[in-house]
């Protein structure tokens, strides 16, 4: 079956721009994460979705950075002003109900001029 | 606090020969432990992950690893390398209690012919 899929895979825009980050997880999943993942650094977790229940956005490095997940499927991260310092790669994974295993996109590699 | 090291940032390895990727962690509770592999220009992929029960976890590829509770360390292992097995390497590790997985900085693993 389809994996989980994140559009644009590379997004260049000038500092002060907002970007919108895309997330389409497996059909079924329930659990949905977003992690940021700079050059030669690990994974940054950034929120998680669980459900219908409230996210945990502990994760989210400043008030530019929003995500939403719509009817329990689709996320966009959304990410304001812009700054140089936001340029990595930004991951989203899902997860079904009752497993640790995390499936992972592709990625988006946001460059921020 | 939890935490996750892994105190190579590249391994080189030739062909044919085994190989570790080590990987030492710290949490309160009891671990759950993973293994992800990132290929380049792809995702990362789920490879194994410890829970409970044998030390000893056999994943994809071939790879396997074996959870140390006394040495707090989750190393990865394969008997004979292959080129192909060339990428990015992250353990990552969570308590019962948190659905969060804590990343290691990640490890390049090199094989050469």
């Known amino acids: 079956g389809a994996g989980v899929s994140q559009s644009p895979s590379n997004k260049v825009t000038e500092k002060g721009k907002d970007v919108e980050l895309r997330c389409d997880p497996i059909?079924?999943?329930?659990?949905l994460y977003w992690y940021r993942q700079s050059l030669g650094q690990g994974l940054e977790f950034l929120i998680y979705?669980?459900?219908?229940?409230?996210?945990?956005k502990s994760g989210l490095p400043s008030d530019r950075f929003s995500a939403e997940r719509t009817g329990g499927s689709v996320s966009t991260l959304t990410i304001q002003r812009t700054q140089q310092e936001d340029s990595a790669v930004y991951l989203c994974?899902?997860?079904?109900?009752?497993?640790?295993?995390?499936?992972f996109g592709p990625g988006t590699r946001l460059t921020v001029l | 606090a939890q935490s996750v090291a892994q105190p190579e940032d590249q391994v080189n390895v030739a062909e044919g020969n085994p190989l570790t990727v080590k990987c030492t962690y710290s949490v309160s509770g009891n671990p759950y432990l993973f293994w992800y592999v990132q290929y380049p220009n792809r995702g990362l992929q789920f490879l194994l992950k410890?829970?409970?029960?044998d030390n000893l976890v056999k994943g994809s590829y071939g790879f396997e690893a074996e959870f140390n509770k006394s040495q707090t360390s989750f190393h990865l292992k394969k008997p004979s390398a292959l080129v192909s097995d060339s990428a990015l390497y992250f353990c990552a590790v969570r308590d019962y209690s948190n659905y969060q997985l804590i990343w290691g900085a990640g490890t390049k693993l090199i094989i050469k012919p």
């Open positions: 059909s079924g999943h329930t659990a």
């Open positions: 410890y829970i409970t029960g």
């Open positions: 979705f669980q459900g219908n229940s409230a996210p945990d």
């Open positions: 994974a899902s997860s079904p109900l009752g497993t640790d295993t995390q499936y």
